[in-house]
Structure formats: C-alpha cells, structure tokens
C-alpha cells in the first residue's frame, strides 16, 4: 500500500469552530477544510507529475513520465495519475548509508568520511521499457523509500541493458560506457568504472563501517 504524498510534504492542519457554535459556522468550517485539503491533493497532484531535466541523464533520455491509475491511499483523484521519473537514486537500500528510512543522518554519524561515502549515484535500468512502467522505474521521483529513489549497495552497479523481461534488479548503473557517475557525501562527483569491486562499493555505501575503501575506488 502506497502511502499519500500528504505524509511526505505536511498535512494541512484547520482549527475549527469554538464549541458551542452555530450549526451554520460548523458547516462553514468543515466546508473551509475540505477546501484547504482539496488544495492540497490538488498541489501533490501537480508536484507528482511534473518533470525536472536535471533529475535526467542526457546520454539515456530526456524527462519522462508514465501515467496509471491512482493506488496512494487516500486517494489523490481516484482517476489517472501522470508521475514523473528520474534516473538518479540514493544510498542505500540496505539502511547502512547516509539515507535510511525515517532516521535522520547527522555529518557526525558519517565517521568513514564524507569524501569516502556515497550519497547519490545514477541508478540502473532496462533501457527496453524506458518511459513505461517498470516496478522500479514508474511513482518517480516523489517516492519514498523505494527503488525509483534508491538503490543498494551490496551489488557493484552494472551498465543499462535492453531485454523482453526484467528491470535494474536494484542496483546502481547508467547508460555511458564504463562506468557511472557519483556524487559523495562532500559534493564531489567522480566516474567510477563497473570493475570496483564488490566489497569497495559496498564499503563506499556504508557511512560508518571503519574501514579503509581499496585501491580500486
């Protein structure tokens, strides 16, 4: 069950009317909610589908969305819902990386270096269904704690690849020949080829495991 955007952004918070009101300023107030909330669902709405080129890798694809019925509960619009996709995801799916699922990361808690952890990465996909829904490639970059937002780092990342089934499995990767761009905890961004190995780029995805990253980082 997918939770609503409302959880993600803030929820829309009324003070209604003092006890002992009129049924008329009841009415009033209640309808005045309603309105507040439908203003809301109505702003998620737009926030959801709206597509960022910087979230898209050039030598893969231009912005893309993909279009399917409303499943967030509540329900947004009950109808069809545009969610617009990105190509780029966090570390790491696992929870030993600097984004983890509702617990907050403070610089101190990074004691590996925040020159020596991985933040952001592009992620893999089948380039076969690019622009149609693929579980790991369709609610977009308003996800959560999903794969369309971060990926895992107990597998070295591997290069895009078209095939009839089967998505990115997870895992980090890209289109270009070689390797794939990082970004680290300082703000660094380097290419990093798909021979690192696995134990490295595991290390690079955990925030705090005390060992030195090998040579092949």
């Given at each position: 069950?997918?939770?609503?955007?409302?959880?993600?952004?803030?929820?829309?918070?009324?003070?209604?009317?003092?006890?002992?009101?009129?049924?008329?300023?009841?009415?009033?107030?209640?309808?005045?909610?309603?309105?507040?909330?439908?203003?809301f669902y109505?702003?998620?709405?737009?926030?959801?589908?709206?597509?960022?080129?910087?979230?898209?890798?050039?030598?893969?694809?231009?912005?893309?969305?993909?279009?399917?019925?409303?499943?967030?509960?509540?329900?947004?619009?009950?109808?069809?819902?545009?969610?617009?996709?990105?190509?780029?995801?966090?570390?790491?799916?696992e929870g030993?990386?600097?984004?983890?699922?509702?617990?907050?990361?403070?610089?101190?808690?990074?004691?590996?270096?925040?020159?020596?952890?991985?933040?952001?990465?592009?992620?893999?996909?089948?380039?076969?269904?690019?622009?149609?829904?693929?579980?790991?490639?369709?609610?977009?970059?308003?996800?959560?704690?999903?794969?369309?937002?971060?990926?895992?780092?107990?597998?070295?990342?591997?290069?895009?690849?078209?095939?009839?089934?089967?998505?990115?499995?997870?895992?980090?990767?890209?289109?270009?020949?070689?390797?794939?761009?990082?970004?680290?905890?300082?703000?660094?961004?380097?290419?990093?080829?798909?021979?690192?190995?696995?134990?490295?780029?595991?290390?690079?995805?955990?925030?705090?495991?005390?060992?030195?990253?090998?040579?092949?980082?």
């Amino acid at each position: 069950m997918r939770r609503p955007l409302i959880l993600v952004l803030g929820l829309v918070l009324a003070v209604g009317p003092a006890a002992g009101a009129s049924a008329g300023a009841r009415a009033a107030g209640g309808k005045a909610l309603a309105d507040q909330v439908a203003k809301f669902y109505k702003s998620a709405v737009v926030a959801i589908g709206t597509t960022n080129k910087i979230f898209f890798c050039p030598s893969r694809r231009g912005p893309q969305t993909v279009i399917y019925k409303d499943n967030y509960q509540p329900l947004l619009t009950g109808g069809p819902i545009t969610h617009a996709l990105c190509d780029y995801a966090a570390s790491n799916k696992e929870g030993t990386g600097v984004v983890r699922q509702a617990i907050a990361t403070k610089f101190a808690t990074i004691t590996d270096g925040t020159s020596n952890t991985l933040l952001v990465s592009e992620k893999r996909l089948n380039r076969q269904y690019l622009g149609s829904r693929q579980p790991d490639d369709n609610q977009g970059y308003t996800a959560g704690f999903n794969y369309d937002t971060v990926r895992k780092t107990t597998r070295p990342p591997l290069p895009d690849y078209n095939a009839q089934v089967g998505d990115g499995a997870g895992l980090f990767g890209s289109s270009h020949t070689g390797g794939l761009n990082v970004c680290l905890v300082d703000g660094s961004v380097r290419f990093i080829s798909y021979a690192i190995s696995q134990r490295t780029w595991s290390l690079l995805g955990n925030a705090a495991d005390g060992q030195p990253l090998p040579s092949d980082f």
